[in-house]
């Protein structure tokens, strides 16, 4: 079944989510390329422009292919991370996931993106599940996740690299950022 392709924007107190466009490509190479980000993320590599541009594209399949993915986050009128839904052939569950800039952590913001994405996740997407996949190390990924509400469900090996299953079910009340 064919989805638009395009994301809802969905305003915070702090943040617009919303679609990608052609514009974003040379922050977001820069956000996948990033050392500190790359490390928590995929096989813990950094990106290159070639491999930048086919996640980008493959972050904008997800709203055609499964009627969800990712938010390119905005705050302050600059395009600072991406946060979403991500679901590619053979992924354990729908996973809720993040990614910001390192200049822009330690705010809260990655917690108020990701609530406003699980909220659209439940509210409008209709799932039932979500789950998140942080590396051991990512302690501040794991806060955000236990912020959400989330659970530690699981172990496993992702990637190649062990990985912590935090999960939440849609009975659970939100949990405040």
Known sequence: MAHDNTAPEIVTDRLRLRSFGAGDFEE???LV?????ARHVGDGTRLDRTAAWRHLAMVLGHWILRGCGMWAVEHDGRMI?????LNPDGWPALELAWALHPDVWNRGLATEAAAAAMGWAFDVHGADRLISMVRPDNAASIRVAEKLGMHLEERLVLLGLPALVYAR???IRQASP
């Open 28 to 30: 977001y190479a820069g």
């Open 33 to 37: 390329g990033h050392p500190l980000v």
């Open 81 to 85: 991370g991406r946060v979403g839904l």
């Open 169 to 171: 079910g849609r009975d």
